[in-house]
Structure formats: structure tokens, C-alpha cells
């Protein structure tokens, strides 16, 4: 499949000093995903590099290419088993 960053992406990456190697790895092998109520794909992965913490990937599914919309490590959800 064929992704994009977005602009905003690209800057919360540099910003929040995000390698974009993890944005990959996140969309390729979540840990689980769902579709949010914004119709997007929300995927998520525990990094170990970044202590385990949950990196949240977001999706619009509805564009060619996708485009990854934002990410950002999600204190708000737990690593579900």
C-alpha cells in the first residue's frame, strides 16, 4: 500500500524527535488498529526503543495515496494484550 506524510506529520516527527522508521513499522505491524470515529485508521505499536510507550499512527484511508495525518506517543491508551 501507498502512504504519505502529511506536512503536519513531518513537523510533529522533527518536533517530537520520532524516527519515521517507527511510523512505518507501526502501519506495517501494529500492535492493533481500529477505525476512529473521524473514519480514519488509528494504528498503534509499543515502541521498546521509546520505554515501551504506545505510538499512535493516524490514517486517512480515503485518499490516494493514504495519507498518515499525525502521530504522537498516546499516553491515554494502554498496550492491549
Same mark, same amino acid.
Given at each position: 500500500?501507498?502512504?504519505? !506524510?502529511?506536512? =503536519?506529520?513531518? +513537523?510533529? !516527527?522533527?518536533? $517530537?524527535?520520532?524516527?519515521?522508521?517507527?511510523v512505518? $513499522?507501526?502501519?506495517?505491524?501494529?500492535?492493533?488498529? +481500529?477505525?476512529?470515529?473521524?473514519? +480514519?485508521?488509528h494504528?498503534?505499536?509499543?515502541?521498546?526503543? =521509546?520505554?515501551?510507550?504506545? !505510538? =499512535?499512527?493516524?490514517? +486517512? *484511508? =480515503?485518499?490516494?495515496?493514504?495519507?498518515?495525518?499525525?502521530v504522537?506517543?498516546?499516553?491515554?491508551? $494502554? $498496550? *492491549?494484550?
Amino acid at each position: 500500500m501507498d502512504f504519505k !506524510l502529511s506536512a =503536519h506529520t513531518k +513537523n510533529m !516527527l522533527q518536533e $517530537r524527535e520520532i524516527p519515521e522508521e517507527w511510523v512505518w $513499522r507501526t502501519i506495517d505491524k501494529p500492535d492493533w488498529e +481500529n477505525i476512529g470515529e473521524d473514519n +480514519n485508521i488509528h494504528y498503534f505499536k509499543s515502541i521498546s526503543e =521509546h520505554g515501551g510507550r504506545i !505510538l =499512535h499512527v493516524v490514517v +486517512n *484511508q =480515503h485518499i490516494l495515496p493514504q495519507k498518515v495525518v499525525t502521530v504522537f506517543f498516546d499516553r491515554r491508551v $494502554r $498496550r *492491549q494484550e
